[in-house]
């Protein structure tokens, strides 16, 4: 009997192979689906709304009642408007603070007094520096640290400060004597303070006549038109004073140009001596001022200076 021909029916192991992309298909279907629904179902929980939760509640501050309305019996409320200040006693020194001015409707002369002595005290030291010693040993100090070429050195708080002790040695003698004659008589009430006054010019001008130059002290004897004292103690102080200044300033200056000579022969010799090497372009101080230390040293300046000062008030 004869086979027929037509389709043949597949295997089941075929079906089950080529039903295997269906299936992926299918599953791939349905994980889709299944992402869409679970992503809407997000959609709609976010777009819900999220409750707030509510504040604390404060609690209410009690109310304070008002202190005005309030008028007890025993219950003073104090007024808040400050009160004046009490009057002060004129008559209560403990309650006043102030300076007391001496009652000087009395005795004018005692205020006329008192003004003459704080101007004499104001230029006391100015009257003392002129009346000594001071004037010509400030001035050949100064003369000589100029000499030297060196202003700067010594400073010259060390020059003003050797020429206070140096006044005080050359016065020593006088201020003595004024301490004998004025100044422990008018501390034990022996005299009055007029007196005292009177007492310590007496030894202070006879130092001045002593160093005072004629033809100074005749200068301003003629210029004050007064007849010409016999004896030092008609010669007024007010021409004095001015005699005395002059000549300690021509002694001073006599004494500087004595200490001028030595270096300044000394400061020609080294220009002369760098002119004819050909040494033009050095400055001659800078070879000089060496030489004038060593110079100074040898001699033992300041001990020769300082005695010729000393020797000149004997």
């Known amino acids: 009997m004869p086979k027929r021909v037509g389709p043949s029916r597949p295997h089941p192991s075929d079906m089950g192979t080529k039903a295997t992309p269906m299936r992926w298909l299918l599953a791939l279907l349905i994980g889709l689906i299944a992402a869409a629904g679970s992503g809407a179902t997000a959609n709609a929980s976010t777009d819900r709304p999220i409750p707030v939760p509510e504040p604390p509640s404060v609690p209410s501050v009690p109310e304070i009642p008002d202190v005005t309305d309030f008028s007890g019996p025993d219950t003073q409320i ?6 004046a200040p009490e009057p002060i006693d004129a008559n209560d020194q403990t309650a006043t603070l102030g300076l007391e001015l001496p009652d000087v409707t009395g005795d004018s002369s005692n205020v006329v007094v008192i003004i003459l002595l704080l101007s004499v005290l104001s230029i006391a030291p100015s009257l003392l520096i002129l009346m000594t010693s001071f004037t ?3 001035i050949v100090m100064s003369l000589t640290r100029n000499a ?5 050195l010594p400073p010259q708080q060390v020059i003003v400060g050797l020429s206070i002790f140096l006044t005080m040695f050359v016065m020593g003698p006088t201020l003595q004597e004024m301490n004998e004659v004025a100044l422990q008589p008018l501390m034990n009430d022996e ?3 007029t007196e005292a006054g009177e007492a310590a010019a007496d030894p202070l001008r006879e130092f001045m006549f002593d160093y ?3 033809p100074e002290l005749a200068l301003f004897l003629d210029a004050s038109s007064t007849e010409t004292p016999v004896t030092r103690e008609e ?3 007010t021409a004095l004073i001015p005699a005395f200044v002059l000549s300690e300033l021509k002694s001073a200056f006599i004494i500087g140009f004595i200490i001028f000579v030595p270096f300044m022969v000394l400061d020609l010799v080294v220009s002369a001596v760098l002119t004819s090497l050909g040494m033009m372009m050095l400055p001659p101080t800078f070879i000089s001022l060496p030489l004038k230390l060593l110079l100074f040293i040898l001699l033992d300046g300041w001990t020769l200076i300082i005695g010729t000062l000393l020797t000149s008030y004997q």
């Open 78 to 83: 104090p007024n808040p408007t400050p009160s």
């Open 136 to 138: 010509r040993i400030v």
């Open 148 to 152: 030297l070429g060196i202003p700067q």
């Open 191 to 193: 005299i009055t303070f």
């Open 212 to 214: 005072t130059r004629e």
């Open 235 to 237: 010669v007024p102080l």
